[in-house]
């Protein structure tokens, strides 16, 4: 976890004081839907409070903090206090998930700051006419990049769902006879849209398929003298025993649905 770069994917957002609930819990929806989407369920939210030095009066740190706890209170989420972490100009609340060996790192984060625009002096007129100071929310929803992706890896010991692996389909013939065929397939499945390779060195076919399987690929679509014939695949999936025989279109058709990205919607 100790990376080279540190990218955040920062963005601020201005709102009313009567907006605030509402949207400190747009983005914690959005956060969550996210890790979800990744698989990630075993979250711990902490809300991080004012430290000793920090700018701003009490009643303002004591709005801001009130309002994330009732925001993710009203959710139905519980949190931990993080007593004195919170950033210098406003308290926080840090989304926390736990890598291969227990350790427990911040991913995402989301700040509610009246000092900064304070500072800047920004506003907003409001509907009395009168100038207005805006709360400013600080959301990261990965956190760094970098950590991310070293926690999911580490937290799927690299055995990434079918939509999001590198490679989805490993396309093995069983001798050199099927190159041909392999070759057919390979194309079909790349023209689909799934990202797929072929393996067509001169070596066995448990060779083949033990390799791939460590290496954490999906799915092996093994290919010999009776599905080049029959224009079929023999379907490996990783973590499961038993083999499946698909048709070449119907295997296609059920790779394009697998390779679809969780919480899209696509028209059929």
Known sequence: MRVRAFTQDDAHIFCTPEQLHDELQ???KLMVSIYEDFGMTDMKIKLS????????????WDFLENGLAEAITDM???????????????PKLDFKFRDAIGREWQLGTLQADLNLPERFDVNYVGEDGQKHRPIMLHRALFGSLERFLGVYIESTAGRFPFW????QIMVAPVTNDQDDYA?????????????AEADLRNEKISYKVREHSLKKIPVIAVVGKNEAAEETLTLRRLGEEKQVVMKLEDAVKQFKLDAR?????YDD
């Open 183 to 195: 070759k057919k397939v390979l194309k079909r499945l790349q023209r689909a849209g799934i990202r």
């Open 261 to 265: 990205y969780p919480s899209v919607e």
């Open 164 to 167: 999001l692996a590198p490679v």
């Open 26 to 28: 747009n983005v914690v």
């Open 49 to 60: 409070t004012r430290p000793a030095e920090r700018i701003g009066s009490d009643e303002i």
């Open 76 to 90: 139905g989420y519980t949190y931990e206090i993080n007593e004195g972490d919170g950033a210098f100009y406003g």
